[in-house]
């Protein structure tokens, strides 16, 4: 089983940053991919970003050169840095963790933290 909470969402004005932050407790962190989904009101989850056990990174074409997910294996933490935010990247953010040694998040799941970007 694994835990995960996050934290670090909030209000910022637009061309602001926020950074996110997801603690996992539990077993098998450094073996899973992890990820950062996001969902607007009225719309469907999404995925944000992943990244791999491995250390390679993927990205909604929505934040490419804007967002950067990174994981720090000895704190069991996954980061999601977000630069240049607009409106349009309000949302509630949810982290996410895959099973050992595949290469997609999506099996666990934290409450989720709000991020509300104001033009």
């Known amino acids: 089983q694994v835990q995960l909470v996050e934290s670090g969402g909030g209000l910022v004005q637009a061309g602001g940053s926020l950074r996110l932050s997801c603690a996992a407790s539990?077993?098998?962190?450094?073996?899973?991919?992890m990820g950062w989904y996001r969902q607007a009101p009225g719309k469907q989850r999404e995925l944000v970003a992943v990244v791999t056990r491995d250390g390679n990174t993927n990205y909604a074409d929505s934040v490419k050169g804007r967002f950067a997910i990174s994981r720090d294996n000895a704190k069991n933490t996954v980061y999601l840095q977000m630069n240049s935010l607009k409106p349009e990247d309000t949302a509630v953010y949810y982290c996410s963790a895959g099973p050992p040694f595949k290469r997609l998040p999506g099996d666990y799941w934290g409450q989720g933290t709000q991020v509300t970007c104001s033009s």
């Open positions: 539990g077993s098998g962190f450094s073996v899973r991919a």
